[in-house]
């Protein structure tokens, strides 16, 4: 990932056309949402959102929604495009500096992740989250894990 800018519609456009089938699968399940619907919500419920680029396409596009403006937790989320294959090092590194400070933000982190997103599923545990067993989840009852941190 060659940058880390603010999100922007041309991005969600972009990236709705191009996401990985594990995305597109995982947020479907979780909501019945397509991709452009499901980087929307995320977009509009989220303070900040950043989208990395490689050679000027959307890797991903990423972001903490809020549960309200009082509340102190936050719902992070990320979808990818098949990019992040050509630019995991790269995104693993830089993304786990956001997470840190994301981290500073929130007092508690919480989300789901659908089983069958095994790359996901092994970046929130790299990255710290705790992760419960798998659990029916969203309107299909797809097994899903819910992934947490708390801040001390």
Request: hydrophobic share 35%; charged share 25%; glycine share 4%.
């Amino acid at each position: 990932m060659k940058q880390i800018v603010s999100t922007t519609e041309e991005h969600i456009l972009e990236l709705s056309k191009t996401m990985r089938q594990a995305d597109k699968d995982e947020v479907w399940a979780s909501n019945h949402k397509n991709p452009y619907d499901a980087l929307r919500q995320g977009w509009l419920l989220s303070p900040e959102t950043f989208t990395g680029l490689l050679d000027g396409h959307v890797v991903c596009i990423f972001g903490v929604a809020q549960n309200s403006l009082l509340s102190e937790d936050g719902v992070p989320w990320l979808l990818t495009s098949d990019l992040i294959h050509k630019a995991a090092y790269t995104f693993l590194r830089v993304n786990k500096v956001y997470v840190n400070e994301i981290r500073k933000k929130y007092k508690k982190l919480e989300n789901y992740v659908d089983c069958r997103n095994k790359m996901a599923i092994r970046w929130l545990s790299w990255l710290g989250f705790e992760m419960d067993k798998p659990q029916p989840y969203g309107p299909d009852n797809v097994m899903f894990r819910r992934f947490e941190y708390r801040r001390p």
